[in-house]
Nanobody, 128 residues
Framework: QVHLEESGGGVVQAGGSLRLSCAASGRTFSIYAMGWFRQAPGKERGFVAAISWGSRTGTTTYYADSVKGRFTISRDHAKNTVYLQMNSLKPEDTAVYYC??????????????????WGQGIQVTVSS
C-alpha cells in the first residue's frame, strides 16, 4: 500500500502562486509515476500534471494544455515527495487538487484510471 498526503493549498489572488506538495509513504519503491488531478464543483476530475521515472525512460513530465507554462511538476526522490508549483493562477484554477500514484510502467499518465493510489485532496481557491 501507498499513502499520499497533500499540503500547501489555500486561498490566493489571481496572478499569485502556490506550491502543492504530495508526500508518499509505504511501498514507495513500487511507484513509477505520480500525478495531480483537480475537480471543480459540478465538473469531472481532470488531469493537471504528472511525472514519471524509470531506469530506461528517465524522468518525463506531462501537462494539461490549460496549465502549460504556468505549472511545474517536480520530484524530490530522497523525500518521496512530488511538488506542483502553480504560478499565474486564475480563478478557473479553483478546485480540489488530488495527488495520485501509479505503480505501473508505461501507463498513460494523463488518465485517472491508471492510478491506484489517491490522496484525500486539498482545496485551492483563486479569487478574482
Amino acid at each position: 500500500q501507498v499513502h499520499l498526503e497533500e499540503s500547501g493549498g489555500g486561498v490566493v489572488q489571481a496572478g499569485g502562486s502556490l506550491r502543492l506538495s504530495c508526500a508518499a509513504s509505504g511501498r514507495t519503491f513500487s511507484i513509477y509515476a505520480m500525478g495531480w488531478f483537480r475537480q471543480a464543483p459540478g465538473k469531472e476530475r481532470g488531469f493537471v500534471a504528472a511525472i514519471s521515472w524509470g531506469s530506461r525512460t528517465g524522468t518525463t513530465t506531462y501537462y494539461a494544455d490549460s496549465v502549460k507554462g504556468r505549472f511545474t511538476i517536480s520530484r524530490d526522490h530522497a523525500k518521496n515527495t512530488v511538488y506542483l508549483q502553480m504560478n499565474s493562477l486564475k480563478p478557473e484554477d479553483t478546485a480540489v487538487y488530488y495527488c495520485a500514484a501509479d505503480p505501473s510502467m508505461y501507463s498513460d499518465e494523463t488518465l485517472a484510471s491508471e492510478y491506484d493510489y489517491w490522496g484525500q485532496g486539498i482545496q485551492v481557491t483563486v479569487s478574482s
